[in-house]
């Protein structure tokens, strides 16, 4: 968010038009009555693509209270099969290293405040020895609301979960965050899977799926997540100039 704002403000001299796509932190809205198996598979999806370096990264659970035991161990199983590795190691490798060392230790510096915070590991949360800037896959549970791993940005193979106990609060929580690039919703209610997209506050809000892109449907997303549109028509326009001329035939 700090680059995309002094871009904006070094825009502002010339008043030069930008677009500005910015960090995520989207939330994983898991109800009760989800497929949780389904939506674990998701978030080891989503979540892990591109080793969490991605601005629509599935990075923050929130799950129902009566099926957060259920779901985390569905999770932590799924995320301690991910295999990392380098390209070309092998057909299995569903994952690789941090973009950069510099990189890498902003996201091992994230983990060590996870743990200064007291919330619990429970998969994962190291660095892989070896060479290279990889780290494992990991899985912070039991995440009470507010915690700073909530709204920060970590940009690596890290999700957090947290519990709700009404869809209200779980609403309220999830737009509780500087960003509003994506979001996604998980039940087989089809009520609830019209009225909750409704209400979150997002530039893209999956149901029952995360990180799915289409390039005729536009991705951008609101407050901290900057503003313009990538993909589709409105990417065309947002990078056009519209000019009117007009005759007299009088």
Not at 65 to 81: D, I, M, Y
Not at 199 to 218: C, K, Q, Y
């Amino acid at each position: 968010m700090g680059s995309g704002q002094k871009v904006a403000a070094s825009a502002a001299n010339t008043v030069k038009r930008v677009h500005l796509e910015l960090g995520g932190k989207a939330p994983v809205v898991v109800f009760d009555d989800a497929d949780l198996e389904a939506a674990a598979k998701g978030v080891r999806s989503a979540g892990f693509w591109n080793g969490g370096q991605e601005c629509g990264s599935a990075c923050r659970v929130l799950v129902h209270e009566s099926v957060a035991k259920q779901f985390t161990e569905l999770l932590v199983r799924e995320v301690s099969e991910i295999s990392v590795g380098t390209p070309g190691t092998g057909d299995d490798v569903e994952i690789g290293s941090m973009i950069s060392k510099a990189h890498s230790q902003r996201v091992l510096a994230a983990l060590d405040d996870v743990r200064k915070d007291g919330l619990t590991i429970a998969v994962g949360g190291n660095a892989i020895e070896g060479p290279g800037y990889f780290i494992e896959p990991t899985v912070v549970t039991d995440v009470p609301a507010g915690a700073a791993i909530t709204s920060t940005e970590i940009f690596g193979p890290v999700v957090s979960v947290e519990t709700f106990s009404t869809d209200e609060e779980a609403i309220t929580r999830a737009n509780e965050t500087p960003y509003e690039l994506a979001a996604s919703v998980w039940t087989t209610n089809s009520a609830r899977s019209l009225s909750a997209p409704r209400r979150l506050d997002f530039g893209t809000v999956w149901v029952n799926s995360h990180l799915v892109i289409a390039n005729e449907m536009p991705w951008g997303g609101f407050k901290g997540s900057g503003y313009g549109r990538d993909l589709s028509v409105y990417a065309l326009e947002d990078f056009s100039r519209t000019k009117h001329v007009m005759y007299n035939h009088g």
